[in-house]
């Protein structure tokens, strides 16, 4: 008979990750890759847009499946134990654009207001030759990567989640309610540089450096020649070109994070010094810094002390529920607490993105 094992996996926007896990609930074998819709645009609104031509939607879910069944058995191969082995179930987490585009569900309902999910409940689906189920998210922007990252986490009374990636999405609990809203990040964090295989992560630092120096203004007050050649910066062996668009992309993504993150736990009814944990995930959150992201102005001082790295969470937590089926009640429970806030066309949060234009500790 052959070993019985599990997948996780977590596809994002920009990268896919995939874990195989024994019956022992051990995981044996990671991989990782961009996925390969990037060709359809690096953002959800790009895929949106393109799905509605020809055949796209099929295509990329395609691509993505075959993407993932080329990790699973490059992943089974190389490992002599498991060779022969069989995944009996697979769990997928991902955001609800890239979760409806493996379920093969018109997404253009997310394109515009008032924002409707293609689904609303856990879905499963032979995926990659794999029985395998796809979560559910909370809303159009708050996915299925979100509450597999809080259920993981087991967030308390006064923890935050911030899952950073192509998109930035925030988690507040308070009085056993999961305040959540997600925040407009456009390629700042991890696509403005990652064409040249360079990710956002190193351009904050790059960023960080030149305020040190006061080659460049926490306002973002650029000259002539700024505008028109950037700046080549060197961070170790790494050398990066930091244009004005990739200063101006990271002067919005940086207010719109700090923003919602003020104004969410405002709405939560507490304030920053309430506030006992706050989780940093996603494919950027997993490699910040928390001292550049203090000295921009991303998180504020005073929880700087509190905050904690924690990885990619979205998997993390598709790992558990591939092993303990259990879990999806935990997870069906802890959806109907969520409340879900948008900030879009908020007065009292385009004022406060207005006094955060700057890269500065807060």
Do not use: W
């Amino acid at each position: 008979m052959s070993k019985r094992l599990y997948a996780a996996i977590d596809v994002g926007t920009t990268t896919v990750a995939v874990s195989i896990i024994n019956e022992d609930n051990i995981v044996i074998a990671k991989d990782g890759f961009l996925n390969p819709e990037k060709i359809f645009g690096s953002d959800v609104i790009s895929r949106i847009t393109n799905s509605k031509k020809d055949d796209n939607l099929m295509r990329m879910k395609k691509m993505v499946e075959e993407a993932i069944l080329e990790s699973y058995n490059k992943m089974l191969f190389n490992n002599k134990e498991y060779k022969d082995a069989e995944i009996i179930r697979a769990v997928i987490s991902a955001n609800t654009t890239m979760a409806s585009i493996i379920l093969g569900k018109n997404i253009e309902s997310l394109g515009v207001s008032p924002f409707k999910m293609p689904f609303t409940s856990d879905e499963e689906i032979i995926f990659a030759g794999v029985k395998s189920t796809v979560i559910a998210g909370a809303s159009a922007f708050i996915g299925g990567d979100v509450l597999s990252g809080a259920l993981y986490l087991n967030l308390k009374d006064g923890d935050v989640l911030m899952d950073l990636g192509t998109n930035g999405e925030i988690v507040v609990k308070s009085n056993e309610v999961y305040h959540a809203t997600s925040a407009a990040c456009g390629p700042a964090f991890e696509n403005c540089t990652r064409a040249k295989g360079i990710y956002g992560s190193t351009t904050l630092s790059a960023i960080t450096m030149l305020l040190k120096k006061k080659i460049i203004s926490p306002d973002i007050i650029l000259d002539e020649d700024m505008v028109k050649n950037g700046l080549q910066v060197e961070m170790g062996f790494t050398k990066l070109s930091i244009s004005a668009d990739i200063l101006r992309d990271v002067q919005l993504a940086v207010s719109a994070i700090y923003s919602s993150l003020y104004l969410l736990i405002d709405k939560a009814g507490l304030t920053f010094k309430d506030i006992n944990n706050l989780y940093i995930s996603g494919g950027f959150g997993f490699n910040m810094s928390l001292r550049d992201s203090a000295f921009l102005g991303i998180i504020p001082e005073i929880l700087v002390p509190i905050s904690k790295v924690v990885g990619n969470t979205s998997l993390l937590g598709a790992e558990v529920l591939s092993y303990d089926t259990d879990k999806f009640k935990d997870l069906k429970a802890m959806k109907k607490k969520f409340k879900i806030i948008n900030f879009g066309g908020n007065s009292e949060y385009q004022s406060i993105f207005e006094q955060n234009l700057t890269l500065n500790r807060r």
